[in-house]
């Protein structure tokens, strides 16, 4: 999973990149970058690390420019190094130079690889998103096509997700797979400056105030003249088939200030925790988030039942991600390190404890046994997604499918495992009544309906 973020016409288009990588930290802390062109040549730094730690002040000034492009990531297809980082670059000899990040991932990666390797084209990294950006430079340098041609090339041959903006010398081009799986936003200002990002809440703090999907199979281009729109046929690219945005957005990954596919994330996740508690079953005392992910359904599940919302487990912010850790007895420890409960809180309580997403346990697991020994009578879990049983191709991290909770063990065994009272998800019937066009969302995760097929090599 990752973040993007595209600026045209600011004088410092650098710092501008930086506080909207700064708002999407959440899509990928792994690494970041950026490429910042003053209409002749490019400025590219990227680094191992956080945004705020690799983009200081010193490193902002040396990165001169009125266009940028940015990207934080989190891996999912290419190890965690520094080459496999975005923004990807191509100098030309006596071409412009072309920028590329994005957020996604290709499932026929291999196919066009070894398609343009027969041509002589050359990769420095495994990342899809150097796919792309070759895949188009060869287009237009060796074929003579224009990159707007190239771009709807793309649309053809690429099967998978994409959200991504490219810089060439004075201009930017911001497109989106025609399924538009992952989100994206653009807007303009009223002094001219033109943003483009992944989530819309790093438009707000840039003072987008109008903003706007970029659309399914939408390319926008921008130069000092005009913005350009071109639609590619999305209907014959998708055999007749609905755009799929990827639901897990709504449910875990996006920041619940942002606004996805025309929904405001954070009323979704409340609507789900009212569905979960339309159907609870037991006496609950109180209900108490997995924070942050879990805040809203909480509230959602505290306001349609009328008890009280209980912010009775404590996150550490400094802890970084448990969820990518290699191994189960880091992840554990990591778990341990991350989240506390409330001293002489938890006694004789009747817990309803609320978590987006199982995946491989570890998390809840850990959790129950806390509250437990914090004295909590009984735990029961309330969780905002169907079970997770499929791995995800289109750009979100889930490991093999052999290694995910739900497969392993019937829903009675995960209970007695994570030493729960009781386990309930959502089911999916009443998750696709909270989002307005439930028939556009991928539920892959949940049902295995890929809606552009899997990878040659199923994880
Ligand atoms: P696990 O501990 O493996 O069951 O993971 C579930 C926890 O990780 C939940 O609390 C989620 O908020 C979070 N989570 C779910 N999916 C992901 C993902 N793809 N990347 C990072 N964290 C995730």
Not at 249 to 273: N, Q, T
């Amino acid at each position: 999973m990752c973040g993007i973020i595209g600026v045209f016409n600011h004088p410092k288009a650098a710092e501008l990149v930086m506080l909207g990588l700064f708002a999407e930290q959440h899509r990928g802390q792994e690494s970041c970058g950026m490429a910042v062109s003053d209409g002749r040549a490019f400025r590219l730094r990227k680094k191992m690390g956080l945004v705020k730690q690799v983009f200081t002040p010193e490193v902002l000034k040396e990165l001169d420019g009125t266009i940028a492009i940015g990207h934080v990531r989190y891996p999912t297809r290419g190890t965690a190094t520094e080459f496999n980082s975005q923004p990807h670059l191509v100098e030309t000899l006596e071409g412009p130079s072309y920028a590329l990040v994005s957020n996604g991932d290709i499932i026929n990666y291999d196919e066009i690889r070894k398609r343009l390797e027969e041509k002589n084209v050359y990769f420095k990294s495994d990342n899809d998103c150097e796919l792309i950006l070759r895949f188009i430079v060869y287009k237009v340098e060796k074929e003579g096509r224009s990159v707007s041609d190239s771009i709807l090339e793309v649309m053809q041959d690429f099967k998978g997700a994409y959200s991504a903006v490219l810089a060439v010398r004075d201009k930017l081009y911001m497109f989106r797979d025609p399924f538009a799986i992952r989100p994206m936003v653009w807007g303009k200002r009223a002094d001219g400056v033109v943003v483009t990002a992944s989530e819309s809440c790093a438009l707000d703090i840039l003072g987008i105030t109008k903003q706007e999907e970029v659309g399914a199979g939408e390319i926008i281009i921008v130069d000092d003249k005009e913005i350009k729109r071109i639609r590619a046929d999305v209907d014959k690219l998708r055999n007749g088939k609905k755009p799929s945005h990827c639901i897990f957005e709504l449910v875990y990954f996006s920041r619940p200030d942002s606004h996805d596919f025309g929904e405001d994330v954070y009323s979704v996740r409340e609507a789900i925790g009212r569905k979960l508690a339309q159907v609870e079953e037991y006496d609950i005392d109180i209900v108490v988030p997995v924070p942050d992910s879990a805040n809203f359904i909480a509230v959602g599940y505290s306001r349609e039942k009328n008890i009280p919302y209980e912010m009775g487990l404590i996150r550490n912010h400094y802890v970084g991600r448990t969820f990518i850790k290699p191994d189960q007895t880091i992840r554990d420890e990591g778990v341990q390190q991350k989240f506390n409960t409330l001293p002489n809180f938890f006694e004789g309580k009747r817990v309803a404890l609320i978590d987006d997403s199982i995946v491989r346990g570890s998390t809840i697991k850990n959790l129950v046994r806390m509250i437990k020994y914090a004295g909590a009578k009984e735990v029961h879990l309330r969780i905002g997604s169907p079970q997770v049983k499929y791995p995800c191709y289109y750009g979100i991290d889930t490991p093999n499918q052999g290694n995910l909770i739900a497969n392993k063990l019937t829903l009675d065994e995960i209970r007695d495992f994570v030493d729960a009272d009781s386990i309930k998800h959502i089911t999916l019937s009443d998750l696709r009544t909270t989002v307005a066009k439930p028939d556009e969302y991928c539920y892959a995760c949940f049902n295995a309906d890929y809606p552009v097929g899997v990878d040659n090599e199923p994880k």
